[in-house]
């Protein structure tokens, strides 16, 4: 770990760019509509951290790096489905991501509907392809992976979000929210990571969901606190919408200063949990610093 974090980080980044490249079908593949919005949609953007907590995580235990490099792919390629999907009218309705127009405004609706489908079906073949792991492992990662994804998990946080638009939720309906539609496909990419280098025990477990659920909860939070305070050039995305759209937020229904301080509050939850593994859970704290410390 003589890295620097930041440069630790750009590595990661780096790669996972090429990576994802190579596990996507070629532009000019037919159909080659399809196969270019996926590739509009997944790369050149974003922060990684899901690929930057898978690897962070199976550095604990010497993960294999085909493992760990198709494990991150895959977890991306979730999220930048969900990210696709959510854009579109039927959902939040927004133009811009990453800086850059939205799928179903670069291309139009179906398209942007068949990408997230398809970058879901491609995620499941990358994980799946990962030779190295032994059978039984590599199947209760897929499992992990789906039920992340899934309605109890993502894709639930995101059906009860949009069932929530002008109601009024208390602090624990809004953390129950998130736990599921940013929480678990976090927590994925920490356990995903680790099972790339071992079978976890009940307590290597417990202290990663331990430390997944402080990131899970503090992303979002600070997602809303720079919704409320950044711009939309800085974001990349449409900046204060949750507010337009009625939606709840911890800063709507906590205030400001006490959602910053909630967000710091899970910061030392997430350093406290990875006590277990020393010196070797580093870049995992690190990433927990970035989630809280983040302007975009």
């Avoid at 770990?1 to 090429?18: H, L, P, R, V, Y």
């Avoid at 309906?173 to 940013?182: A, D, G, S, V």
């Avoid at 417990?206 to 997602?223: E, P, T, W």
């Avoid at 919704?227 to 709840?248: H, R, V, Y």
Wanted: aromatic share 4%; hydrophobic share 50%.
């Amino acid at each position: 770990m003589s890295a620097s974090f930041n440069d630790w980080m750009k590595t990661i980044q780096a790669g996972m760019e090429a990576d994802m490249s190579a596990y996507l079908p070629a532009a000019e593949v037919v159909p080659a509509k399809l196969h270019e919005a996926m590739r509009y949609a997944l790369l050149g953007g974003g922060k990684r951290v899901r690929p930057l907590l898978v690897y962070a995580a199976g550095a604990l235990f010497g993960a294999d790096a085909q493992a760990l490099s198709r494990a991150a792919a895959a977890v991306e390629m979730i999220h930048a489905y969900s990210l696709v999907h959510d854009d579109m009218p039927c959902m939040d309705d927004d133009d811009l991501r990453r800086g850059k127009p939205t799928v179903h405004v670069a291309y139009d609706e179906a398209t942007a509907l068949l990408v997230g489908d398809a970058l879901q079906s491609q995620a499941f073949s990358v994980l799946g392809e990962a030779a190295t792991l032994p059978a039984e492992r590599q199947v209760a990662m897929l499992a992990l992976l789906a039920q992340a994804a899934g309605s109890s998990g993502m894709c639930g946080g995101q059906a009860i979000d949009l069932d929530s638009v002008g109601l009024s939720l208390t602090q624990a309906q809004l953390e129950r929210m998130h736990q599921l539609k940013t929480g678990a496909l976090l927590r994925a990419s920490v356990v995903l990571g680790a099972m790339a280098g071992k079978a976890l025990d009940g307590a290597e477990l417990k202290a990663l969901d331990d430390y997944s659920r402080a990131i899970g909860l503090a992303f979002q939070v600070v997602d809303d606190v720079l919704d409320a305070t950044a711009d939309s050039a800085t974001l990349g995305k449409t900046a204060g919408k949750d507010a337009a759209d009625n939606k709840p937020t911890y800063v709507s229904i906590l205030g400001l200063e006490p959602s910053i301080a909630l967000a710091e509050q899970l910061r030392r939850d997430a350093h406290a949990a990875l006590a277990p593994f020393g010196e070797s859970a580093l870049r995992l704290r690190e990433i927990a610093d970035l989630i809280v410390q983040r302007k975009a």
